[in-house]
């Protein structure tokens, strides 16, 4: 059965500096997503990154980046330079190959504190 | 504002009412999702529809949820018989069914609260 796992439920970083926020995930399938969302306390999923299966280098979007270590079945999210407004929960997420449509299984979260 | 919209934003209702949700997706977005999450966990996945057939629905829509996106635009998810259980975030999400790593664009989500 396909999980993800997001072991730290809080984190906190000083502004500025570097956080991970850890995912891994079981699956048995060889083609599949994975994204990161932020969900800050208005309640709207935001989307941050994505990796694919197949995708040869870790996906990079402006201060996110995504440490894909596909043996290890791991999919962390770097979040560089902290800002107070990164202060939020983060999900990790899986998309299945089912049909490519965005179903989705989330992870528990991680909530972020950064402190100035 | 272009983005997924839900209404309302809030609903307390007693037990045993009837609820409705409406979803309203980014205008060209043919795929659109429910997803429903209690306090502290991640989003479920609940229902799909690709226009406005309903292609998907996971065991946790019970016989008393129904969800419908009649012209392939809105969507509305209805809840019979509420109970306490049902308190929740319901999420609706939507994208665009051309290419494989499209991210799904969620609203704000409807929190419901059965007393």
């Known amino acids: 059965a396909q999980k993800i796992t997001q072991t730290q439920p809080g984190m906190f970083v000083q502004e500025k500096e570097a956080v991970t926020l850890d995912c891994t995930y079981d699956?048995?399938?060889?083609?599949?997503?994975l994204f990161w969302y932020k969900q800050p306390s208005s309640g709207e999923m935001i989307f941050l990154i994505y990796?694919?299966?197949?995708?040869?280098q870790n996906a990079t979007e402006g201060r996110y980046s995504l440490n894909f270590q596909k043996a290890r079945k791991s999919a962390n999210l770097v979040i560089s330079a902290s800002q107070l407004g990164d202060s939020a929960m983060y999900f990790c997420?899986?998309?299945?190959?089912?049909?490519?449509?965005?179903?989705?299984?989330f992870g528990a979260g991680t909530r972020l504190a950064v402190h100035p | 504002d272009t983005g997924v919209s839900q209404d309302p934003r809030h609903k307390i209702t007693k037990r045993g009412q009837n609820v409705t949700f409406r979803c309203d997706p980014i205008?060209?977005?043919?795929?659109l999702y429910w997803y429903r999450q209690t306090l502290g966990q991640g989003p479920e996945f609940l229902t799909y529809?690709?226009?406005?057939?309903?292609?998907?629905k996971s065991r946790l829509l019970s016989d008393r949820f129904s969800a419908e996106r009649p012209k392939g635009s809105f969507s509305t998810l209805e809840i019979q018989r509420t109970e306490q259980g049902d308190s929740a975030m319901y999420l609706c999400?939507?994208?665009?069914?051309?290419?494989?790593?499209?991210?799904?664009?969620f609203g704000q989500g409807t929190r419901l609260t059965v007393v």
């Open positions: 699956t048995s399938d060889q083609s599949y997503g």
């Open positions: 999400a939507s994208s665009p069914s051309a290419g494989v790593n499209t991210e799904a664009f």
């Open positions: 205008s060209e977005h043919n795929r």
């Open positions: 529809f690709q226009n406005e057939a309903q292609l998907e």
């Open positions: 997420a899986m998309r299945r190959p089912s049909g490519g449509y965005n179903k989705l299984i």
């Open positions: 990796q694919g299966s197949y995708d040869e």
